[in-house]
Structure formats: C-alpha cells, structure tokens
C-alpha cells in the first residue's frame, strides 16, 4: 500500500520559516518524481516545486528563491523548506509521488498570519 505523510505544517508569522517532510512507503522511492503542491481556500491546487528521481528540480515563480525542494533518498522523504513566507503562501500542502501513477498525501495545512 502506498503512503505519501505529510508534515511539519502549522502556523507562523510572516517573514517566518517552515520545513515540510513527506515520508513515503510501498514505492521504490528513488524511482519517482516528486512534489509538492498547494491549494488555498476557493483557489484551485498548484505547483509549488517537483523534485525529479535524478534530483532536478523547479519552482514555481511565485516562490523561487524562498523555497527549496530536496529528497533523502536513503530516507525516502521529500522536504520543502520554506523561508520567508508571505501571507498568500497560507494553503494546504500535498505531497506527491509520480511515475506510472499520481500519488498523493492528505496534506498539512500551512497558515501565515500575524
């Protein structure tokens, strides 16, 4: 059975730091690219940054230069760390895993608020 856990969500104060992790289980981690996403309330799910299996990695515009995608292949998780949050970057954030198939974690909400 293939689990994507999210976590490492919470609140935090703009101009704040966060680390998501998102351990995966029941795929051969190193094979898959991964991501994450994120939706905000009414808005629609986007990119945030993808981490292909050979470690290449994009960000989305809105983001680049304050957040950072990386994967531990040992450990078979997938972070984000994000720095400098703004109050447009509060959204549930969901992990992803893709190869032949999309899967997806439940998601961790993040909250940036003063």
């Known amino acids: 059975q293939v689990q994507l856990v999210e976590s490492g969500g919470g609140l935090v104060q703009p101009g704040g730091s966060l680390r998501l992790s998102c351990a995966a289980s029941?795929?051969?981690?190193?094979?898959?690219?991964m991501g994450w996403y994120r939706q905000a309330p009414g808005k629609q799910r986007e990119l945030v940054a993808v981490i292909s299996a050979t470690g290449m990695s994009i960000h989305a515009e809105s983001v680049k230069g304050r957040f950072t995608i990386s994967r531990d292949n040992a450990e078979k998780k997938v972070y984000l760390q994000m720095n400098s949050l703004k109050v447009e970057d509060t959204a549930v954030y969901y992990c992803?895993?893709?190869?032949?198939?999309?899967?997806w974690g439940q998601g961790t909400q993040v909250t940036v608020s003063s």
């Open positions: 992803l895993g893709r190869r032949e198939t999309d899967y």
């Open positions: 029941g795929i051969i981690f190193s094979n898959y690219h």
